[in-house]
């Protein structure tokens, strides 16, 4: 998969295996694999650690005392993943403590969950609360279905996305594929966002620095569940 990563023109690429009640996360052991990966390629690509975080009790606990053990190259952001079909009732403050301390949330592949999908408002509100979103490629290019693509085109076209990551997991089923996705977000909303999306935000993510670029996020009243209004370009955006 490195090899495949430094074909499809990546530079930086962050490890961040699961952090929930079926794969118990192990820092440093990921980070013994990191080293030994990094020695292979000679440093041809640099490797980073995190995780996809689950918000459960354990994992909310163990995250306020030790952070940067979760964290995107042990700095401040966060990958926060949900289950595919359902939201804990209790994930907005959740998001709220981590904030307090320090953490900066991004929501992993919300155009995959149902529940986001029937409920965009949600997304819209933890964007107006500090929080980020990060997109799968595949799902501009359509593998994760017809409903995914049209939640990750809306979305981007509506201020929402400030990520695109390739989430790949092998080289069959769930191969890189950002070279692709950035020619197709480029095709559609020009090469500025397109190297924001893919280069300057998750370089910032990386390097533990305030996103250079950031869309303005929609009224939250206004958002109306995926499928069931037109993609609406903005041509608004503000810099920071």
Same mark, same amino acid.
């Given at each position: 998969?490195? !090899?495949?990563?430094? #074909?499809?023109?990546?530079?930086? @690429?962050? /490890?961040? *295996? &699961? #952090?929930?009640?079926r794969y118990t996360f192990l820092p440093?052991? @990921?980070?013994?694999?990191r080293d030994e990966i990094?020695? /292979?390629?000679n440093d041809r690509l640099?490797? #980073?650690? %995190?995780?996809?975080?689950?918000?459960?009790? !354990?994992?909310?606990r163990d995250a306020r005392e030790h952070p940067s053990k979760y964290t995107l190259n042990q700095k401040n952001y966060l990958l926060v993943e949900f289950a595919d079909f359902? @939201? $804990? *009732? =209790?994930?907005? !403050? /959740? +998001? &709220?403590?981590?904030?307090?301390h320090g953490i900066v949330p991004v929501i992993? &592949? $919300?155009?995959?969950? %149902?529940?986001?999908?029937?409920? *965009?408002?949600? +997304? /819209?509100?933890? @964007?107006?609360? %500090?929080?980020?979103v990060q997109v799968t490629a595949g799902s501009f290019l359509g593998r994760f279905g017809p409903t995914a693509q049209r939640a990750a085109e809306q979305w981007l076209a509506e201020g929402l996305v400030h990520f695109v990551a390739s989430?790949?997991?092998? +080289?069959? =089923?769930? $191969?890189i594929q950002l070279s692709t996705a950035y020619a197709f977000?480029?095709?559609? &909303?020009g090469e500025p966002v397109a190297r924001a999306l893919f280069r300057e935000n998750p370089l910032a993510a990386v390097e533990g620095r305030p996103l250079p670029w950031v869309p303005e996020p929609p009224d939250p009243a206004r958002m109306a569940a995926v499928g069931s209004s037109r993609i609406r370009r903005r041509k608004r955006f503000w810099f920071f």
């Amino acid at each position: 998969m490195v !090899e495949a990563a430094i #074909a499809d023109g990546i530079t930086h @690429v962050v /490890a961040t *295996p &699961h #952090a929930n009640d079926r794969y118990t996360f192990l820092p440093d052991l @990921v980070r013994q694999r990191r080293d030994e990966i990094a020695r /292979a390629v000679n440093d041809r690509l640099f490797l #980073a650690t %995190g995780c996809d975080f689950h918000l459960s009790f !354990e994992n909310l606990r163990d995250a306020r005392e030790h952070p940067s053990k979760y964290t995107l190259n042990q700095k401040n952001y966060l990958l926060v993943e949900f289950a595919d079909f359902a @939201v $804990p *009732p =209790s994930v907005d !403050e /959740a +998001l &709220h403590q981590l904030q307090l301390h320090g953490i900066v949330p991004v929501i992993t &592949h $919300p155009e995959r969950n %149902g529940w986001i999908c029937r409920q *965009p408002q949600r +997304l /819209a509100n933890w @964007v107006q609360r %500090g929080c980020y979103v990060q997109v799968t490629a595949g799902s501009f290019l359509g593998r994760f279905g017809p409903t995914a693509q049209r939640a990750a085109e809306q979305w981007l076209a509506e201020g929402l996305v400030h990520f695109v990551a390739s989430d790949a997991h092998n +080289l069959h =089923s769930r $191969p890189i594929q950002l070279s692709t996705a950035y020619a197709f977000v480029r095709r559609q &909303h020009g090469e500025p966002v397109a190297r924001a999306l893919f280069r300057e935000n998750p370089l910032a993510a990386v390097e533990g620095r305030p996103l250079p670029w950031v869309p303005e996020p929609p009224d939250p009243a206004r958002m109306a569940a995926v499928g069931s209004s037109r993609i609406r370009r903005r041509k608004r955006f503000w810099f920071f």
